[in-house]
């Protein structure tokens, strides 16, 4: 069975870095793109970034373009979020999500998420 | 930028009521929408997609309905599991959430 699971959360001083990543089971990874959604505490879902499933494309909310870097490594099932200069309005539990639809344009098919990781909490505070 | 307005943001209704969420688009979205359902300390979960397909193993309770700028999700008949809060996403061109409407017990 399709299985995301999160990990790299924590707490982290304004201005720091922290690495997600995302550990993918039960698919063929390298097929699908995948993406990082954030919830803040007590807030509703925002989508933050994608990568094809070839990492040959990405893109990323206005919000943290030029902070953070969405990767993969398919050799070894895992997608990662880079974030640098973090921010207070960047704590949030960060969700990886699978979109469902593969061989599209580009690599980057515009669909829903079918499959959610159980989340990772990022806390950013001094 | 195409934003996503839900209405209610709040609702509280009985076992066995009826409950439709609607869900705007600034801009025609053709039928890229999708409905999740997500509870406390849980990854949300798909309903629907396209604006009316059911998700395979979600119960034919929920519907959904709507193009271009205006959708609703309908519970049939309100179970105990469907407390929750629910979550309109638009995926035409780019991924944007609407607010969440949250579903109480009345």
């Known amino acids: 069975q399709v299985q995301l699971v999160e990990s790299g959360g924590g707490v982290v001083q304004p201005g720091r870095s922290l690495r997600l990543s995302c550990a993918a089971s039960?698919?063929?990874?390298?097929?699908?793109?995948m993406h990082w959604v954030r919830q803040a505490p007590g807030k509703g879902l925002e989508w933050v970034a994608v990568?094809?499933?070839?990492?040959?494309?990405?893109y990323y909310t206005d919000s943290v373009k030029g902070r953070f870097t969405i990767s993969r490594d398919n050799s070894k099932n895992k997608l990662y979020l880079q974030m640098n200069s973090l921010r207070a309005e960047d704590t949030a539990v960060y969700y990886c999500?699978?979109?469902?639809?593969?061989?599209?344009?580009?690599?980057?098919?515009?669909?829903?998420?079918?499959?959610w990781g159980q989340g990772t909490l990022v806390t950013v505070s001094s | 930028d195409i934003q996503m307005t839900q209405s209610p943001s709040t609702l509280s209704a009985s076992v066995g009521d009826r409950v439709t969420i609607t869900c705007r688009a600034s801009?025609?979205?053709?039928?890229?929408l999708a409905w999740y359902q997500q509870k406390p300390g849980k990854a949300p979960k798909v309903l629907i997609y396209?604006?009316?397909s059911l998700e395979s193993g979600v119960p034919s309770r929920f519907s959904g309905s709507g193009s271009g700028t205006e959708f609703t999700l309908t519970i049939s008949s309100l179970q105990p599991d469907d407390f929750a809060t629910y979550y309109c996403q638009r995926y035409d061109s780019w991924w944007t959430f609407g607010q969440g409407t949250k579903v109480g017990i009345k």
């Open positions: 039960g698919f063929t990874f390298s097929s699908y793109a």
């Open positions: 990568i094809s499933y070839d990492g040959s494309n990405k």
């Open positions: 801009q025609s979205i053709s039928s890229w």
């Open positions: 999500a699978r979109d469902p639809e593969t061989n599209c344009t580009g690599g980057v098919c515009y669909s829903y998420f079918d499959y």
């Open positions: 396209k604006a009316s």
